[in-house]
């Protein structure tokens, strides 16, 4: 009488052919599953993306305003420098300035109206100005759900920026 061994390493044919396309199976339930992950993914590094951009955008065009007290008034050249700066975000994402605010304060860090010189030369300070400027851009997501409503961001930077005495 001869015995069947039953060891792992001689496993009949029967067993082999019960598994024959189970991976197949597996990758046709999780490839769809993957396929949505990258997609989320690379929509959301593209919202980090313009992000970063709006936000750089703001920095720009702050460092212009501080480069001199006259650039503080010039609203074009302050919404120039933001645009030249945000060009990678294309026309859909157009960068707007919503505001630029000028604000003072003592070099001691009490905050003075920036007409007022003289509370800071009675405490033997100086006065320190500075700029911030606040942009805004929108976001539309390339990839939406079928069904769902078309969302769009609004992303806004901000900097600030001591002026530069001249």
Not at 99 to 118: A, K, L, P
Not at 143 to 162: C, E, M
């Amino acid at each position: 009488m001869k015995r069947k061994i039953s060891t792992p390493a001689f496993r009949s044919r029967e067993h082999f052919r019960s598994e024959e396309g189970s991976a197949l199976i597996e990758l046709a339930l999780s490839l769809p599953m993957l396929c949505i992950m990258l997609l989320g993914a690379a929509e959301f590094a593209r919202l980090a993306y313009a992000s970063i951009e709006v936000t750089n955008a703001a920095h720009s065009a702050a460092i212009y305003a501080a480069t001199s007290h006259g650039r503080v008034a010039d609203t074009p050249g302050i919404g120039a420098a933001a645009t030249q700066d945000s060009l990678n975000l294309g026309a859909a994402g157009a960068i707007s300035v919503l505001s630029v605010d000028t604000f003072c304060q003592c070099s001691d860090g009490t905050t003075i109206s920036c007409t007022d010189n003289q509370t800071c030369f009675t405490s033997n300070t100086h006065v320190i100005t500075s700029v911030r400027v606040i942009t805004q851009s929108s976001f539309s997501p390339m990839i939406n759900l079928p069904g769902a409503k078309r969302h769009t961001f609004t992303l806004q930077g901000k900097s600030t920026q001591v002026v530069e005495n001249q």
